[in-house]
């Protein structure tokens, strides 16, 4: 089949996430290798999203290549009640770089339904039923994570589930008030949380999940001691503190989980995405000693026809040992270092940019009309005339592929890239912005 027959035939035939479905016209994939995807037309585009915040080990990876291929000699799949290898391996990989406070693993199909089966696992525990979550977050589209979500993707779910609480959390660059110190900020938005804790009865609140810094709406990332803050709400009304670490997790930030660049534990720890670079489907939840052990002598009521999968389980030990073979935590370290840099200068020069948010290799462009008052370049939940699709689409013309949510533009590369790479692109991205500085602003 040639490209046109490729793309005409997905278009008639497949239903195609957040989109309006007319229109289509998808740039068909020879290959990817690194952090590069080539189309039929031989045409490089560097990704500089790691697709959606996944393909942390890049493309073509050899290591995970040949662990699929090796798992698939073997047998492909079994259901998690055999012992398999991989699941066995992943399992204590991951529990043995982590505190010992932390106990077993239950693995899903991806983030979604590792924050539906973290959100279970903490009603059961806890004997209670409501579940607090952010305004300004994302934890997948299922009906359950759904509903966490804050944001306008959630309204195809109304009316909500009972019991669902959202809550606002601190969002600096467009905070009203003011505020004398970050320490100020944080106690601002903390004291709210507890009072509204309060006022939902503390003693029915099972769990507040987070993202432990905000991913798609906008690289959000909290005042110093905020997560601490909630910590210690958690502490005060036996509440389970979920850190959702689906896009942050495995080194996006420099650090193994996100959490650990804040001085802070949670019950309970949701990931997917990189943890095997997305090359077969895979997520879970991890939690403490104390809820692994609840469930020795209790049902738990949660299961998966593909949970640990043993070709995403062989693919995520790779991987695993792939980001530690390769220091990955030390070379994000550096790079995102110089990212941020890099960021920074982009923002002296372009009238289009308000903020800009980094760490590690996860990082958003916030884009405003005017960088006094603060007016994003878009209304939230709007885009009528379709600006900045139209930014990402002149972006990737010019082989810079990326997404963006709202009025932010995501920069969050595979974990493999070097600082010569992120020169070359973020070139790429400096004469598009000054486009958007001509035409939008």
């Not at 037309?41 to 959606?52: F, L, N, P, T, V």
């Not at 903490?122 to 039923?129: E, H, N």
């Not at 409501?130 to 994302?138: H, P, T």
């Not at 595979?414 to 602003?441: F, G, M, R």
């Amino acid at each position: 089949m040639d490209a046109k027959e490729i793309a005409q035939m997905q278009t008639e035939n497949v239903l195609l996430g957040w989109s309006r479905q007319g229109g289509l016209n998808p740039i068909v994939v020879d290959h990817a290798e690194g952090i590069y995807i080539y189309d039929t037309d031989g045409k490089r585009y560097a990704d500089m999203s790691s697709e959606q915040v996944n393909v942390n080990a890049g493309y073509a990876n050899a290591e995970m290549t040949q662990a699929i291929k090796e798992q698939l000699d073997k047998y492909a799949y079994v259901q998690g009640s055999w012992g398999a290898e991989p699941r066995a391996k992943l399992a204590k990989s991951i529990i043995d770089r982590l505190p010992d406070c932390f106990g077993k693993v239950f693995f899903t199909n991806g983030g979604a339904d590792a924050n539906e089966n973290a959100i279970k696992i903490a009603r059961m525990y806890t004997g209670r039923f409501k579940v607090m979550s952010q305004y300004r977050s994302y934890h997948g589209s299922t009906f359950g994570a759904g509903n966490l979500t804050g944001e306008p993707r959630h309204f195809a779910l109304e009316p909500a589930i009972p019991g669902f609480i959202h809550f606002r959390g601190p969002y600096p660059y467009q905070e009203k008030l003011h505020f004398e110190s970050e320490d100020e900020e944080c106690e601002y938005y903390v004291n709210r949380l507890r009072e509204q804790v309060i006022f939902e009865g503390g003693d029915r609140v099972a769990a507040i999940i987070l993202e432990t810094v905000v991913g798609s709406n906008g690289i959000i990332i909290y005042p110093k001691n905020y997560l601490k803050g909630v910590r210690k709400i958690c502490d005060e009304f036996g509440i389970m503190m979920i850190c959702d670490e689906v896009m942050a997790g495995w080194y996006r930030t420099g650090k193994m989980f996100a959490y650990m660049n804040f001085d802070v534990t949670p019950d309970i720890i949701t990931f997917a995405k990189g943890v095997n670079s997305g090359y077969i489907p895979l997520g879970g939840c991890i939690v403490k000693n104390e809820i692994a052990h609840f469930f020795d002598d209790k049902y738990l009521s949660c299961g998966l026809t593909y949970s640990g999968h043993p070709l995403a389980c062989a693919a995520g030990l790779a991987c695993q040992e792939f980001y530690l073979k390769n220091d990955i935590e030390g070379h994000v370290q550096k790079v995102g270092k110089h990212l941020g840099e890099k960021l920074e200068e982009l923002k002296t020069r372009h009238k289009c940019i308000g903020d800009v948010r980094y760490i590690g290799l996860f990082s958003g462009i916030e884009l405003v009309k005017d960088t006094v008052t603060r007016e994003p370049l878009v209304p939230w939940g709007q885009d009528p005339k379709g600006i900045m699709g139209a930014i990402v689409k002149e972006l990737k013309s010019r082989g810079f592929f990326t997404y963006s949510h709202e009025n932010v533009i995501i920069v969050a590369p595979p974990l493999i890239i070097t600082e010569e790479q992120i020169d070359e692109e973020l070139a790429v991205l400096d004469e598009v912005l000054s486009i958007v500085d001509e035409k939008y602003v």
